[in-house]
């Protein structure tokens, strides 16, 4: 098959003084073939989609060595306006890719630059606002929109110049997963339709059994490449090893191999799944599958928060919240879920103070929100952002969480010092300290401004998809840290797709659709109920999907089976490889 993008011996390293970003790195991207890039935090991923999209060399600076050829021509001597008629990227901020003031002008943007005609450019622009569903939000302001609608935008916006390779940079990362599975379909249409697609993610349940091609980086480094199945059968240990979100699936896969048995391939969907437990005869009839008692917080005290019928408008009778009724309590996790546009991000607002509500009452920590000032309420309230970068203030990482402690009043030298270190080593941030805030990878910014909320003892902690952009690792390190928060007494909202993190960690979920409440509950609870999960575009995990199966067949769950290894750990209890 013909190859559209390949890399030739190439390294690059973005300051002498710093090592390299990528090593000797060699591949190749075949015509009209899908490919996903997977690796853990820091290993290069965003840095060769820069090289492909050609922003290194012509925006990006740095010692760059080696070959990179798109279409057969070399990047370096292509000018960028060139390069772009090629390749398509999404960014993993796509707000910083906009260039107008409204949605449908941003998909207009590009192809208007490249002189379509004028016929052409309307019928793309209305093929590709309802194919991304942002149709209601034609005539919106762009920095009106969620995250979720950014990103969707910023797809449309790449899609109307119709380029021969898409590079995606965590384009379902904000996405609830009805948008993730419109990416996926997307996208293998685009494949069908000859386009080759280059996907950095850490969603891959939806992608991983579609992918013609798996790509391995770490610390700069190619792993492996190949196809899906091959590549997990002889490489999965490893990419398990570096910390790289697998569906629950194959972890499971991975287990039965580390307990001595010998499937033929490593599962990927929940149907290849149960083949393989039949196989080995593992949930026979009958079989009992029984975790510990869910040891959920109870709900103690007064409500730090009590919302009643709150309603809030942004103007002209459009309301993102319609009388929602809620209460939040010390000490437990609680999980907000729903589609993109639901209105979570906008109650976080209202939390805050940053916005105050139309109609009802909001009651924070046992005053009404309307009395608050927002100084006044910070010292009880945090939030971390959807976009983290909103809320940095200084030049570097070192002063963004020193500025942090001055704010709470510390301004001792040596204390200072000793608890900004002892933060970065926390969050692996230390060979970041003094590089600008605004220079981080997407992910190092999620960290940073975790970080910064760390500091000081609020009574509720809000964090806006806490683990956008985190190996499996990281998102361990994180959520240990949220658990200890939580331990301390202190309320921790998290806003969140991940049904994974949901399942595992919250206490208690609650679930928006169209600015309204439609559950609140424990997670077990909210998965059992189909009529809700549809309405707010959720689904549960594949373990979920997978159990749900199984007690079809008369295999029993009970208690708490949060996660793979925890499924793993009781059907592996009783058998032995054979």
Same mark, same amino acid.
């Given at each position: 098959?013909?190859?559209?993008?390949?890399?030739?011996?190439?390294?690059?390293?973005?300051?002498?003084?710093?090592?390299?970003?990528?090593?000797?790195?060699?591949?190749?991207?075949?015509?009209?073939?899908?490919?996903?890039?997977?690796?853990?935090?820091?290993?290069?991923?965003?840095?060769?989609?820069?090289?492909?999209?050609?922003?290194?060399?012509?925006?990006?600076?740095?010692?760059?060595?080696?070959?990179?050829?798109?279409?057969?021509?070399?990047?370096?001597?292509?000018?960028?306006?060139?390069?772009?008629?090629?390749?398509?990227?999404? =960014?993993?901020?796509?707000?910083?890719?906009?260039?107008?003031?409204?949605?449908?002008?941003?998909?207009?943007?590009?192809?208007?630059?490249?002189?379509?005609?004028?016929?052409? /450019?309307?019928?793309?622009?209305?093929?590709?606002?309802?194919? +991304?569903?942002?149709?209601?939000?034609?005539?919106?302001?762009?920095?009106?929109?969620?995250?979720?609608? /950014?990103?969707?935008?910023?797809? @449309?916006?790449?899609?109307?110049?119709?380029?021969?390779?898409?590079?995606?940079?965590?384009?379902?990362?904000?996405?609830?997963?009805?948008?993730?599975?419109?990416?996926?379909?997307?996208?293998?249409?685009?494949?069908?339709?000859?386009?080759? /697609?280059?996907?950095?993610?850490?969603?891959?349940?939806?992608?991983?059994?579609?992918?013609?091609?798996?790509?391995?980086?770490?610390?700069?480094?190619?792993?492996?490449?190949?196809?899906?199945?091959?590549?997990?059968?002889?490489?999965?240990?490893?990419?398990? $090893?570096?910390?790289?979100?697998?569906?629950?699936?194959?972890?499971?896969?991975?287990?039965?191999?580390?307990?001595?048995?010998?499937?033929?391939?490593?599962?990927?969907?929940?149907?290849?799944?149960?083949?393989?437990?039949?196989?080995?005869?593992?949930?026979?009839?009958?079989?009992?599958?029984?975790?510990?008692?869910?040891?959920?917080?109870?709900?103690? *005290?007064?409500?730090?928060?009590?919302?009643?019928?709150?309603? =809030? &408008?942004?103007?002209?009778?459009?309301?993102?919240?319609?009388?929602?009724?809620?209460?939040?309590?010390?000490?437990?996790?609680?999980?907000?879920? *729903?589609?993109?546009?639901?209105?979570?991000?906008?109650?976080? %607002?209202?939390?805050?103070?940053?916005?105050?509500? +139309?109609?009802?009452?909001?009651?924070?920590?046992?005053?009404?929100?309307?009395?608050?000032?927002?100084?006044?309420? &910070?010292?009880?309230?945090?939030?971390? =952002?959807?976009?983290?970068?909103?809320?940095?203030?200084?030049?570097?990482?070192?002063?963004?969480?020193?500025?942090?402690?001055?704010?709470?009043? !510390? =301004?001792?030298? $040596?204390?200072?010092?000793?608890?900004?270190?002892?933060?970065?080593?926390?969050?692996?941030?230390?060979?970041?300290?003094?590089?600008?805030?605004?220079?981080?990878?997407? *992910?190092?910014?999620?960290?940073?401004?975790?970080?910064?909320?760390?500091?000081?003892?609020?009574?509720?902690?809000?964090?806006?998809?806490?683990?956008?952009?985190?190996?499996?690792?990281?998102?361990?390190?994180?959520?240990?840290?949220?658990?200890?928060?939580? @331990?301390?007494?202190?309320?921790?909202?998290? /806003?969140?797709?991940?049904? %994974?993190? !949901?399942?595992?960690?919250?206490? %208690?979920?609650?679930?928006? &659709?169209?600015?309204?409440?439609?559950?609140?509950?424990?997670?077990?609870?909210?998965?059992?109920? #189909?009529?809700?999960?549809?309405? #707010?575009?959720?689904?549960? +995990?594949?373990?979920?999907?997978?159990?749900?199966?199984?007690?079809?067949?008369?295999?029993?769950?009970?208690?708490?089976?949060?996660?793979?290894?925890?499924?793993?750990?009781?059907?592996?209890?009783?058998?032995?490889?054979?």
């Amino acid at each position: 098959m013909a190859v559209i993008a390949e890399l030739k011996n190439v390294s690059f390293q973005y300051d002498e003084d710093k090592p390299k970003v990528l090593n000797n790195l060699s591949l190749s991207l075949e015509t009209g073939s899908f490919n996903i890039l997977v690796g853990p935090g820091g290993s290069g991923k965003s840095t060769l989609c820069h090289l492909f999209n050609g922003r290194i060399p012509h925006l990006i600076d740095g010692i760059l060595e080696g070959t990179i050829l798109v279409e057969g021509h070399s990047t370096a001597d292509v000018e960028m306006k060139d390069i772009s008629c090629s390749v398509g990227s999404v =960014f993993q901020d796509p707000e910083s890719m906009f260039a107008t003031l409204s949605v449908e002008d941003e998909i207009a943007f590009g192809p208007e630059n490249l002189l379509f005609n004028r016929e052409e /450019i309307l019928e793309s622009v209305e093929s590709l606002l309802n194919l +991304t569903g942002i149709a209601p939000y034609r005539h919106n302001l762009v920095w009106n929109l969620s995250g979720g609608q /950014i990103q969707k935008l910023g797809l @449309a916006a790449v899609l109307a110049m119709k380029p021969r390779l898409i590079i995606l940079d965590e384009p379902t990362a904000n996405l609830d997963p009805s948008a993730t599975r419109g990416v996926h379909e997307l996208i293998l249409k685009l494949r069908s339709e000859g386009i080759t /697609i280059l996907l950095v993610t850490r969603e891959l349940d939806d992608f991983m059994a579609q992918a013609d091609n798996v790509i391995v980086l770490d610390k700069g480094s190619l792993v492996a490449s190949g196809e899906p199945y091959s590549l997990l059968m002889t490489q999965g240990m490893r990419m398990e $090893q570096l910390g790289i979100w697998l569906p629950e699936t194959v972890e499971i896969g991975l287990a039965l191999i580390k307990a001595g048995y010998k499937p033929d391939q490593i599962p990927i969907t929940v149907d290849e799944t149960l083949k393989v437990l039949d196989k080995y005869k593992l949930c026979p009839e009958g079989r009992v599958l029984e975790g510990p008692e869910i040891a959920y917080h109870r709900q103690t *005290g007064n409500p730090l928060i009590k919302a009643d019928n709150v309603r =809030f &408008s942004y103007g002209k009778g459009i309301y993102a919240i319609k009388g929602i009724s809620l209460e939040v309590y010390p000490g437990e996790m609680l999980a907000i879920v *729903g589609r993109n546009g639901a209105g979570k991000s906008t109650m976080a %607002r209202l939390l805050i103070g940053l916005n105050k509500c +139309t109609e009802g009452n909001l009651e924070l920590f046992g005053k009404n929100s309307r009395r608050w000032k927002v100084p006044d309420l &910070s010292n009880h309230i945090s939030l971390v =952002f959807q976009n983290p970068e909103h809320q940095f203030l200084t030049d570097t990482v070192a002063q963004e969480i020193e500025y942090s402690f001055q704010a709470q009043g !510390v =301004f001792d030298t $040596q204390i200072l010092e000793k608890e900004r270190d002892r933060i970065l080593a926390m969050l692996n941030l230390e060979h970041e300290k003094e590089n600008h805030p605004f220079a981080l990878s997407a *992910g190092n910014k999620r960290r940073l401004g975790v970080a910064t909320m760390l500091v000081g003892d609020p009574k509720v902690l809000i964090v806006d998809e806490p683990t956008y952009g985190q190996d499996k690792k990281m998102t361990g390190t994180l959520m240990k840290l949220m658990k200890d928060i939580q @331990a301390r007494g202190i309320a921790v909202i998290m /806003i969140s797709h991940d049904m %994974r993190l !949901v399942e595992e960690f919250a206490d %208690r979920v609650v679930v928006f &659709s169209e600015g309204q409440k439609h559950f609140d509950g424990i997670p077990t609870e909210l998965f059992n109920k #189909a009529d809700i999960l549809e309405k #707010a575009s959720l689904q549960p +995990t594949l373990l979920f999907q997978l159990l749900k199966k199984l007690e079809e067949r008369n295999v029993i769950s009970k208690g708490h089976i949060p996660g793979s290894d925890s499924f793993t750990e009781l059907l592996l209890g009783e058998g032995e490889a054979s």
